[in-house]
Every structure is written in structure tokens, then in C-alpha cells.
Nanobody
Framework: QVQLVESGGELVQAGGSLRLSCAASGRTFSNYRMSWFRQAPGKEREFVATISSGGGTTHYADSVKGRFTISRENTKTTVHLQMNNLKPEDTAVYYC?????????????????WGQGTQVTVSS
């Protein structure tokens, strides 16, 4: 099992940047695919970005491609989400998630492990 704790969310102006972090416990962190999802008020949870267990492959939602970058440090059991050129529509609770499921999956139900979330608010 793995436990996840997100940090880094805050209020930022449109056009600004934030870096979210997700600290994972467990000795097998490097075996997990890690992803970020987000959920805005009144909306369903949506996929944002994912990175393979070794860090060699990433995939992004079209809405954040070119603005967000996911990365991981397996030695520190941490995954990051660098968010640049933030827009008001990026406002949401951001969740870190982990899975041992093979392949690039963007489906929330494929992820059994979740953090508690961190709030990102982008003002216009």
C-alpha cells in the first residue's frame, strides 16, 4: 500500500505559477504509476496528468498540455505538478493518485490510492 499527502495549493492570480507536491509513504513507490486529478465545485473529478513508474513517460489532459509538467523523484518518493500560466478554470481541488495497473490510464476508478487533496484557486 501507499499513502499520499499533497501540498502546495494556494490562491494565485491568473498567469501565475504553482508547484504541487505529493509525498508518498511506502518502500515500493517506484512501482506505482502516479497521476494528478482535479475536481472543481459541481463538476466530476477529471484527469490532469500522469507519469509512468520509472518517470520516462508522461501524458496530459488537452486542457493543461503545454502549461503543466508532471515529474517524480523516486529516491524521495515524491511527485510534482508544475503549473504555469494558470487560468481561472484551473481552480479546483487537486488530488494525487497511485496505481499498479499497467498502461497509461486516465480513469479515476483505476486508481486505488488517493491523497486528501490540495486547493488551488486562480483569481482573474
Amino acid at each position: 500500500q501507499v499513502q499520499l499527502v499533497e501540498s502546495g495549493g494556494e490562491l494565485v492570480q491568473a498567469g501565475g505559477s504553482l508547484r504541487l507536491s505529493c509525498a508518498a509513504s511506502g518502500r515500493t513507490f517506484s512501482n506505482y504509476r502516479m497521476s494528478w486529478f482535479r475536481q472543481a465545485p459541481g463538476k466530476e473529478r477529471e484527469f490532469v496528468a500522469t507519469i509512468s513508474s520509472g518517470g520516462g513517460t508522461t501524458h496530459y489532459a488537452d486542457s493543461v498540455k503545454g502549461r503543466f509538467t508532471i515529474s517524480r523523484e523516486n529516491t524521495k518518493t515524491t511527485v510534482h505538478l508544475q503549473m504555469n500560466n494558470l487560468k481561472p478554470e484551473d481552480t479546483a481541488v487537486y488530488y494525487c493518485a497511485a496505481t499498479l495497473k499497467g498502461g497509461t490510464t486516465v480513469v479515476a476508478d483505476d486508481y486505488p490510492y488517493w491523497g486528501q487533496g490540495t486547493q488551488v484557486t486562480v483569481s482573474s
